[in-house]
């Protein structure tokens, strides 16, 4: 077996700082759980949506899968993991808001970049990440002699759109967006300089919501 002793110290840390100096928050949680948002966010582990919105327990409903997508609106006998966990999130949690939460250097959409129409790559992630096959398409028809890696990173943005064109073909996230309940939000984290960028419907562009880190130049009398 593979040595999980960090994961072990990582709990016992975990159940000092929660039962011990947050007892309180962690006794209000055994009675529900109240998030404000559901955050539709990659599996990519440099990208865990808690840690980088500092955010603490009962805080965020996350659905993580890869290229953090969306399908449309489906209903039949398959089994849809994406399509419970929205429902659960608007309908029984009824957050405020949904957060599509795409990354630059995402896998998925490289896998998705890579793949033909038929989608080929493994056995199942080519079917999967297709959902975005319109991004990509667009891409490739708009800047069709830029570098690889710039037509990846355009396509990641492309994809959220496609999330949050899919999100509005459920009738319940349709309903409540119309009546004012239900805010989507499309945000794109740059994992190299920690900027994030959110979709203006307004511009049709992503624009600067949190701005690249900084190091603070030292103090004059510090050289
Ligand atoms: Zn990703």
């Not at 009824?94 to 989608?119: F, K, P, Q, R, Y």
Request: net charge negative; hydrophobic share 40%.
């Amino acid at each position: 077996m593979a040595d999980v002793t960090k994961f072990l110290n990582g709990i016992e840390n975990f159940q000092q700082r929660h039962f011990g100096e947050n007892a309180e928050l962690a006794s209000t949680l055994v009675d529900g759980q109240q998030p404000q948002a559901l955050l539709i966010g990659c599996c990519d582990s440099r990208v865990d949506p808690a840690v980088l919105l500092n955010c603490d327990l009962g805080e965020l409903f996350i659905l993580r899968n890869i290229a953090n997508l969306v399908p449309p609106y489906i209903y039949n006998d398959d089994y849809h993991g994406v399509s419970s966990s929205l429902e659960y999130a608007v309908c029984r949690l009824e957050v405020t808001d949904i957060i599509v939460l795409g990354h630059s250097e995402c896998g998925g959409i490289a896998a998705l970049m890579e793949a033909d129409d038929s989608g080929d790559s493994g056995e199942f992630i080519g079917k999967w990440v297709n959902i975005a096959a319109a991004a990509r398409d667009k891409v490739l028809a708009e800047m069709p002699d830029a570098p690889r890696d710039k037509q990846a990173r355009a396509c990641e943005r492309e994809a959220i759109l496609i999330s949050l064109k899919n999100l509005m073909t459920f009738p319940w996230v349709k309903e409540r967006v119309a009546k004012g309940q239900l805010c989507l939000h499309g945000w794109y984290y740059n994992i190299k300089t920690g900027q994030l960028r959110y979709y203006n419907q307004l511009t049709g562009e992503f624009e600067i919501l949190v701005r690249r880190y900084e190091k603070s130049p030292p103090p004059a009398d510090a050289v």
